[in-house]
T-cell receptor
Framework: GQQLNQSPQSMFIQEGEDVSMNCTSS?????WLWYKQDPGEGPVLLIA?????ELTSNGRLTAQFGITRKDSFLNISASIPSDVGIYFC?????????FGKGITLSVRP | DVKVTQSSRYLVKRTGEKVFLECVQD?????MFWYRQDPGLGLRLIYF???????EKGDIPEGYSVSREKKERFSLILESASTNQTSMYLC??????????????FGPGTRLTVL
């Protein structure tokens, strides 16, 4: 089946630092999404991207939809403790979502 | 705000038991989904439903069935629970398929342990 590549599995950063996460696929997708899952909760949509090359911001978050439609990145600037959680890149096709394996982010105060 | 609720946060069952996981959404969404989440594997789609009495297999339907008798409720059934079904189960809903911007809203999850 479709596979999304997210690595590393875990990231550890200092509060105030910026962090970048990348996601790649061997297939082309027309919808790329980034979800975040807080501990003990279900995932919540952060940013949705629908156009190749699109760059979208949501507060301290910035995400881009790769021009080849095979990749996306998410940047978090000036990290804070509540940024901890699992970040999933997600692609949409045929009305279904396919999730990457996620990156667990830890923020040291 | 959309609210998706799941009947239990934690559940412990024995091998061979029949298990029902219930999900209810309060926003009149047509589409509903069941995923399981395992460490290092992300979320995997088990079953989904476009509307009442409709169901489609996801990527890992084996060992599961579903029921959608009412629009707001989507049930996941484990006919005979096995230890490899120990997992976190997440329900989600969405207003309409194929419409840009229609995100999936998730419930808090049910952590099921099968002994």
């Amino acid at each position: 089946g479709q596979q999304l590549n997210q690595s590393p599995q875990s990231m550890f950063i200092q509060e105030g630092e910026d962090v970048s996460m990348n996601c790649t696929s061997s297939s082309i997708f027309n919808t790329w999404l980034w979800y975040k899952q807080d501990p003990g909760e279900g995932p919540v949509l952060l940013i949705a991207l629908y156009k190749a090359g699109e760059l979208t911001s949501n507060g301290r978050l910035t995400a881009q939809f790769g021009i080849t439609r095979k990749d996306s990145f998410l940047n978090i600037s000036a990290s804070i403790p509540s940024d901890v959680g699992i970040y999933f890149c997600v692609v949409g096709a045929n009305s279904k979502l396919t999730f990457g394996k996620g990156i667990t982010l830890s923020v040291r105060p | 705000d959309v609210k998706v609720t799941q009947s239990s946060r934690y559940l412990v069952k024995r091998t061979g038991e029949k298990v029902f996981l219930e999900c209810v959404q309060d926003m009149d969404h047509e589409n509903m989904f069941w995923y399981r989440q395992d460490p290092g594997l992300g979320l995997r789609l088990i079953y989904f439903s476009y509307d009442v009495k409709m169901k489609e297999k996801g990527d890992i339907p084996e060992g599961y069935s579903v029921s959608r008798e009412k629009k707001e409720r989507f049930s996941l059934i484990l006919e005979s629970a096995s230890t490899n079904q120990t997992s976190m189960y997440l329900c989600a809903s969405r207003r309409l398929a194929g419409v840009l911007g229609n995100e999936q809203f998730f419930g808090p999850g049910t952590r099921l342990t099968v002994l």
